[in-house]
């Protein structure tokens, strides 16, 4: 960006001070805001977990504050500090009128989103491997278990192991359902309600404006852009509006359906 285009962007943003233990944004909280760290030092936090401390010069939730995502952690001064910020829809109404200095913003934001999830798909994969390799040497302790004399200590070893094998099942693991595939269950009533995340074995249902949540067994129809998949299963929990289903088992022609379905969601989080 060039130096005019800096000086205008600048001219944006308001000044902020933070005393030390002050905090700047709250996991769960909506982003309003970009941010960018001047003075002192920010730690950032994941549920009770540490996971590292900005210090000048530093984008603070650059992706929440450009998108209005909700925030995944919590920030907090650990010294006095100051930041910079202009409110989100401030700052896009600023570019809407300011072409020139919108397109090198975000030319240079997309580069730097795009090297964060770079460098986070090759922890991923390696974790993955961790995973994969982990799974392997426990299903080869249980199947020496099953063999071994049957003892107390050797049954409780073998149901721990099967424990963590099941649990690491392919199936288990959730794919949010994006605005660009659109995803929905059609209840006993007709009504359309948006599905959060989904797997082959659950499903969690977005919150509805005045809709009671369900309890116990329940069932409704998957509703996906190319086909419609009756489900069934136990709510097994409500959160706010919000409810999980822990899916029954489907016909073969119904499974195959969800998986295709699966698949192509998982398709939008590859980076080609």
Do not use: C
């Not at 910020?85 to 020139?100: D, K, P, R, W």
Request: charged share 25%; hydrophobic share 40%.
């Amino acid at each position: 960006m060039t130096e005019e285009h800096l000086t205008q962007l600048l001219g944006l943003l308001q000044r902020r001070s933070l005393a030390e233990g002050e905090g700047v944004f709250e996991e769960g909280s909506t982003a309003d805001q970009l941010l960018i760290l001047t003075e002192g030092e920010i730690s950032v936090h994941q549920g009770l977990e540490e996971r590292f401390r900005l210090r000048p010069i530093s984008l603070v939730g650059e992706l929440g504050g450009m998108t209005g995502l909700t925030r995944t952690s919590t920030a907090i001064a650990t010294q006095p500090s100051e930041v910079r910020y202009v409110g989100t829809e401030a700052l896009l109404q600023f570019f809407q009128q300011h072409g020139q200095v919108a397109y090198p913003f975000y030319h240079s934001f997309l580069h730097i989103v795009a090297d964060k999830l770079i460098r986070d798909r090759r922890r991923m994969d390696e974790m993955r491997q961790n995973i994969i390799t982990t799974q392997k040497a426990m299903k080869t302790m249980r199947a020496a278990l099953l063999e071994a004399e049957d003892t107390p200590l050797h049954r409780m070893l073998f149901e721990e192991l099967d424990a963590l094998i099941e649990q690491n099942r392919k199936g288990h693991y959730m794919v949010d359902a994006p605005r660009a595939i659109p995803t929905r269950v059609r209840l006993d009533d007709g009504s359309l309600r948006d599905v959060a995340r989904l797997s082959n074995e659950w499903l969690i249902v977005a919150a509805g404006p005045g809709a009671t949540p369900p309890a116990g067994e329940w069932s409704g129809v998957l509703v996906t852009t190319d086909t419609e998949i009756p489900v069934s299963g136990i709510v097994e929990r409500v959160d706010g509006g919000s409810f999980t289903v822990n899916l029954d088992t489907l016909i073969d022609e119904y499974a195959d359906a969800l998986e295709r379905h699966l698949t192509r969601l998982q398709m939008l989080d590859i980076i080609l």
